[in-house]
């Protein structure tokens, strides 16, 4: 599986933004699909994943109630809808695919990333 994350950029805080990342090869969507993200000098920290059939969801505390996880299994895409942004979400943002849903929210339980988008907030 490949994944390819596009959709950063430079954005004022309180701004949004929608990453999205297509996935090419098979069986897209028998997987999990997470979001994860790295700042400088800090270790790369879950953010959201969605289950292969798009029922549970998941959100670390930074971002629930402002990021919304969705996917399109006809597409082979997932999405991060990304509201209200903060200076702290500044990051690179990485799409990653799983097996189970009981690791989706640990970088070990993610086989395949991809390449990572910029988002950058200035406050």
């Known amino acids: 599986v490949q994944l390819q994350a596009s959709g950063g950029g430079l954005v004022q805080a309180g701004a949004s933004l929608r990453l999205s990342c297509v996935a090419s090869?098979?069986?897209?969507?028998?997987?999990?699909m997470g979001w994860f993200r790295q700042a400088p000098g800090k270790e790369r920290e879950f953010v959201a994943a969605?289950?292969?059939?798009?029922?549970?969801?998941a959100y670390s505390a930074a971002v629930k109630g402002r990021f919304t996880i969705s996917r399109d299994n006809t597409k082979n895409t997932v999405y991060l809808q990304m509201n209200s942004l903060k200076s702290e979400d500044t990051a690179v943002y990485y799409c990653?695919?799983?097996?189970?849903?009981?690791?989706?929210?640990?970088?070990?339980?993610?086989?395949?990333w991809g390449q990572g988008t910029l988002v950058t907030v200035s406050s």
């Open positions: 969605i289950n292969w059939n798009s029922g549970p969801t």
């Open positions: 090869g098979r069986t897209f969507s028998s997987y999990v």
């Open positions: 990653a695919t799983g097996r189970y849903w009981v690791s989706s929210t640990s970088v070990s339980g993610y086989h395949y």
